[in-house]
């Protein structure tokens, strides 16, 4: 089974920049879609963003668009997360995971890596 592996998170003021990074193990294994989801504690997994290796299409929580970037290297088998103006409310969690469908639903996506701890303050 694929390997995903966050990396990148750290603590941030408000309103400063964070790249995630999440690298596979191989190709073999992973599907059409990676995203990135994130939970803060007592919060269900939310949706931030994803994107086709093939083509590059991109979808966006209503949240990230126009703050976050989803970007990805298929040579690399790495996708990552631009966060620019960080607001305290996108603090959590955050995790890659990799589906056969490009979706909000964390319930389309098989593989997830161990979370990467996002923390912005005041």
């Known amino acids: 089974q694929v390997q995903l592996v966050e990396s990148g998170g750290g603590f941030v003021q408000d309103g400063g920049s964070l790249r995630l990074s999440c690298a596979a193990s191989e190709r073999t294994g992973i599907d059409s879609a990676m995203a990135w989801f994130r939970q803060s504690p007592g919060k269900e997994r939310e949706f931030v963003a994803a994107i086709l290796w093939i083509g590059g299409r991109t979808l966006y929580a209503d949240s990230a668009e126009g703050r976050f970037t989803i970007s990805r290297d298929n040579a690399k088998i790495t996708v990552w997360l631009q966060m620019n103006s960080l607001k305290p409310e996108d603090t959590a969690v955050y995790y890659c995971?990799?589906?056969?469908?490009?979706?909000?639903?964390?319930?389309?996506?098989?593989?997830w890596g161990q979370g990467t701890q996002v923390t912005v303050s005041y």
């Open positions: 995971a990799s589906g056969p469908y490009m979706r909000r639903n964390s319930a389309e996506y098989h593989a």
